[in-house]
Nanobody, 121 residues
Framework: QVQLVESGGGLVRPGESLRLSCAAS????????MGWYRQAPGKQRELVAQ???????YYADSVKGRFTIARDNAKNSAYLQMNSLKPDDTAVYYC???????????????WGQGTQVTVSS
């Protein structure tokens, strides 16, 4: 099995920063893309940022210029640096990994348990 452990959420004021971390462990063999999704109350889950195995990045328009995604392949880890946070960024943030387990030819999606980010004055 593959486990994703997230950390770094919390309560901050508008304009402040947070850094989310996600580490994949267990039977993960290879990772393609790593990303962060978020889901606010009453809204659908949305892709916030994603980074490919080659380092190409995608950002939702709402976070461009404020959020930065990075990964450490040696540690099977991804990070999301969130600056200039706004109340609209309040949501549960989920780490997502697209990859393969040992012995599997099928690429799968794996999800973290979610970490709450609250931006409020």
């Amino acid at each position: 099995q593959v486990q994703l452990v997230e950390s770094g959420g919390g309560l901050v004021r508008p304009g402040e920063s947070l850094r989310l971390s996600c580490a994949a462990s267990g039977s993960i063999f290879a990772i393609n893309a790593m990303g962060w999704y978020r889901q606010a109350p009453g809204k659908q889950r949305e892709l916030v940022a994603q980074i490919s195995s080659g380092g190409s990045t995608y950002y939702a328009d709402s976070v461009k210029g404020r959020f930065t995604i990075a990964r450490d392949n040696a540690k099977n880890s991804a990070y999301l640096q969130m600056n200039s946070l706004k109340p609209d960024d309040t949501a549960v943030y989920y780490c997502n990994v697209v990859g393969w387990e040992y012995g599997s030819l099928v690429e799968n999606d794996y999800w973290g348990q979610g970490t709450q980010v609250t931006v409020s004055s």
